[in-house]
């Protein structure tokens, strides 16, 4: 048993008032304004502390998650924490790979995404002693067995919706008039970045549109997994 073992029997809204009591300012949630980080940040929002929200904005987003971001200032009064890739870093990628580099190989997705979501998100983590995810166990292979609460080097990454199912979170969201994010209405189940996020046909999993063209390749980014499926050390 984990050291946070006992918060598995907690409810999601049990465990934030917890980690915001617990870490304070040094708590946020990450959030790409998906289903699951909108149902946490309405949960947190409802506990009556002040939380902090995170997104990474990779420069190749959706048009509809910028609206996202304004969405939560206007309805929740949160400012939302844009981060964003190392210029730099950015420049000399796209100038030797091209724009579009994740495309050409798995080798190169993974790099792009290293650039633009892996490392700002670690760098954004230096900040925080926790932050919280929206990752369910029914989501994908590699998430099957994530915890609710975990110490991963140094920092605590908070899970509150892990055992829920994906009709409990779209319950929830109807019952609490959740703003959702307009992709879903075209048939995305996972946003990410514009280029890499298709709608997902009938019968498939859910995160079949991230990276569609890649064969017998995990779907991660690397934020939360390794390629590997193991988990991403904060």
């Not at 040094?26 to 902090?52: C, H, N, W, Y």
């Not at 109807?174 to 298709?198: K, M, Q």
């Amino acid at each position: 048993m984990g050291e946070y073992a006992q918060f598995e029997v907690s409810s999601a809204a049990e465990i934030l008032a917890w980690a915001m009591a617990t870490f304070g300012d040094a708590f946020a949630i990450a959030t790409s304004f998906q289903k699951e980080g909108m149902a946490i940040v309405d949960i947190a929002s409802r506990l009556g502390s002040p939380v902090r929200v995170f997104t990474l904005d990779t420069g190749r987003l959706p048009e509809e998650t910028y609206r996202m971001m304004e969405t939560v200032r206007e309805r929740y009064g949160i400012a939302v924490e844009a981060v964003f890739p190392d210029s730099g870093e950015l420049e000399r990628m796209v100038a030797e790979r091209g724009p579009n580099l994740f495309y050409d190989s798995l080798e190169s997705r993974r790099l792009c995404c290293e650039v633009r979501k892996v490392r700002p998100f670690e760098r954004k983590l230096r900040e925080l002693r926790a932050w919280a995810a929206g990752l369910r166990r029914e989501q994908s292979e590699t998430r099957s067995e994530v915890d609710k609460v975990e110490r991963l080097d140094g920092r605590v990454r908070i899970c509150p919706l892990a055992d829920w199912t994906s009709g409990q979170v779209d319950r929830y969201i109807a019952d609490n008039g959740v703003p959702v994010h307009p992709l879903y209405e075209r048939g995305y189940a996972s946003i990410g970045c514009a280029p890499c996020t298709r709608p997902v046909g009938p019968g498939e999993d859910e995160r079949a549109g991230r990276w569609w063209w890649e064969q017998d390749a995990r779907k991660e980014c690397g934020i939360h997994f390794t390629a590997e499926g193991l988990v991403r050390r904060g």
